[in-house]
């Protein structure tokens, strides 16, 4: 099946100059969405993950039903204030400023294989900041995966783990 049939392109979202790589295109046609996380399950399996983690928001679609398929845990990492109990957290830089991703203080136990998802890799600095909070808490990382890659923008290159992607957009 081809996946990027799925995907919409949505022009000047969310400012001018931007093309959005839409996946509810993909969420809604379920034989779509179930070869998506067929593949990604494929993808990710022989990293041997113990958990797996999303990143907020969309991260959340893709980790969480893959967790289910692989019959393991999932936890999230999300922008600040947005998880109870005590946490942990990261600020990193971005292109204009600064952000922070922040866990559940006790949601990974050291040694732990986590395996980090998203739905798009971009510049790559949210989910380089997501492996570094992960192994912060503890973790090991042995990689990442996303839905769809935007290979021009070069974000693999900020990360020091595999990172398996089934979409690339090489423009």
Excluded at 7 to 34: E, Q, V
Excluded at 145 to 169: H, K, M, W
Aim: with cysteine; aromatic share 6%.
């Amino acid at each position: 099946m081809d996946l990027k049939a799925h995907i919409r392109g949505i022009p000047d979202f969310p400012k001018p100059g931007i093309l959005f790589y839409d996946i509810s295109t993909l969420l809604r046609h379920g034989p779509a969405w179930r070869a998506a996380m067929e593949r990604l399950a494929a993808a990710i399996r022989p990293y041997r993950p113990q958990l797996l983690a999303g990143i907020e928001s969309r991260g959340f679609l893709i980790a969480a039903p893959l967790a289910l398929e692989l019959g393991l845990g999932f936890i999230m990492l999300r922008k600040p204030r947005k998880l109870p109990g005590a946490t942990v957290g990261l600020d990193y830089a971005l292109e204009y400023g600064t952000d922070r991703i922040e866990m559940q203080a006790d949601a990974v136990a050291p040694g732990q294989r986590v395996v980090l998802l998203d739905d798009l890799l971009a510049t790559g600095g949210t989910m380089a900041a997501g492996v570094a909070l992960l192994r912060q808490a503890g973790a090991e990382v042995p990689a990442t995966a996303a839905l769809i890659e935007l290979s021009f923008l070069n974000g693999r290159q900020r990360l020091d783990v595999p990172c398996e992607t089934l979409l690339r957009y090489d423009d």
